[in-house]
Nanobody, 122 residues
Framework: QVQLVESGGGLVQAGGSLRLSCAAS????????MGWFRQAPGKEREFVAA????????SYGDSVKGRFTISRDNAKNMGYLQMNSLKPEDTARYYC???????????????WGQGTQVTVSS
């Protein structure tokens, strides 16, 4: 089992930045790929970014490429999502996930946090 807890969400103006954190505990986090997903009311869960267990490969959703950066610190059992140039359409609840495969679909992840709300005002 891996427990994940997100933090760092909040209210920010368009063009601003936020850094989300994902604290992991339980089984060895460093052996899992990590992903960030988001879900807005009435919409499906959307892939945001993923990173391999060793941090050497990343993948991003088209809507966030060039603005968001995923990273991890396995020594601290932490994952991060740096979000720059935020837009109102980035408003959603953001979830951290961990799984055995480096994939972009939510079904590929076994462990999920409770999420943190990000609201971007225009």
């Amino acid at each position: 089992q891996v427990q994940l807890v997100e933090s760092g969400g909040g209210l920010v103006q368009a063009g601003g930045s936020l850094r989300l954190s994902c604290a992991a505990s339980g089984r060895t986090f460093s052996s899992y790929a990590m992903g960030w997903f988001r879900q807005a009311p009435g919409k499906e869960r959307e892939f945001v970014a993923a990173i391999r267990w060793n941090g050497l490969t990343t993948s991003y959703g088209d809507s966030v490429k060039g603005r968001f950066t995923i990273s991890r610190d396995n020594a601290k059992n932490m994952g991060y999502l740096q979000m720059n140039s935020l837009k109102p359409e980035d408003t959603a609840r953001y979830y951290c996930a961990a799984g055995g495969a480096f994939v972009t679909g939510p079904s590929g992840y076994d462990y999920w946090g409770q999420g943190t709300q990000v609201t971007v005002s225009s």
